[in-house]
């Protein structure tokens, strides 16, 4: 069975850090790529990073370019998101999410992670 | 503002069938697959539709999705109570290089 489990989230000062990780199961996780999606309270899903099985190619939507640092572990199953310079508006439950092996859609999806950025 | 369009909400009767609307452009929709995923309320989003029309096993055929150029549709047949849900469209966008959503539309059976 497929899993994903987020973990990492939780109360952060503005300015602050927080590196989330994501572990998986039950699939061959160096051949699948993957990204991240974050979704704020009441609003919707937005895009935020992907990274290719061998880490050779890495996007960033320009909302969290310089701030965020998407990274994995094929050995230890892991991906996780660096998160630096945390501003109010990054609150939101963050997602880790599998892409399909065929054609351009997230297959699994974690439970997600929720971030609040407050003071 | 979501780089790709749906309408905020839509309503119909159990039974009913209903269409939900997404629209983008020549970077994404027209050039790329489309997926659709169903968010309950307080879950994470679950894979509806994706490659434009194809069901993932597990999903009835009551899910169906078709694409034409810049704009692709979720249909929805024989509403139920537990269809209601926030319905997300999105495509990869080859300009951006990332993933683009729709606003997401709220699907209530009345």
């Known amino acids: 069975e497929v899993q994903l489990v987020e973990s990492g989230g939780g109360l952060v000062q503005p300015g602050g850090s927080l590196r989330l990780s994501c572990e998986v199961s039950?699939?061959?996780?160096?051949?699948?790529?993957m990204h991240w999606v974050r979704q704020a309270p009441g609003k919707g899903l937005e895009w935020l990073a992907y990274?290719?099985?061998?880490?050779?190619?890495?996007y960033y939507a320009d909302s969290v370019k310089g701030r965020f640092t998407i990274s994995r572990d094929n050995a230890k199953n892991s991906l996780f998101l660096e998160m630096n310079s945390l501003r109010a508006e990054d609150t939101a439950v963050y997602y880790c999410?599998?892409?399909?092996?065929?054609?351009?859609?997230?297959?699994?999806w974690g439970q997600g992670a929720l971030v609040t950025v407050s003071s | 503002q979501s780089v790709l369009t749906q309408p905020p909400s839509v309503s119909a009767a159990p039974g009913q069938k209903v269409t939900i609307f997404c629209s983008g452009s020549?970077?994404?929709?027209?050039?790329?697959?489309l997926s659709w995923y169903q968010q309950l309320p307080a879950t994470a989003p679950k894979l509806l539709i994706y490659?434009?029309?194809k069901r993932p096993s597990g999903i009835p055929d009551r899910f169906s999705g078709s694409k034409s150029g810049t704009s692709a549709t979720l249909d929805i047949t024989g509403l139920q109570t537990g269809d209601e849900a926030d319905y997300y469209c999105?495509?990869?966008?080859?300009?951006?290089?990332?993933?683009?959503f729709g606003g997401g539309t709220k699907l209530t059976v009345l």
């Open positions: 039950g699939f061959t996780f160096r051949s699948y790529e």
């Open positions: 999105a495509s990869w966008d080859s300009t951006l290089s990332g993933v683009v």
């Open positions: 990274i290719s099985g061998g880490s050779s190619a890495i």
């Open positions: 999410s599998r892409w399909g092996s065929y054609g351009y859609h997230f297959d699994y």
């Open positions: 490659d434009n029309n």
């Open positions: 020549s970077s994404n929709v027209a050039k790329n697959s």
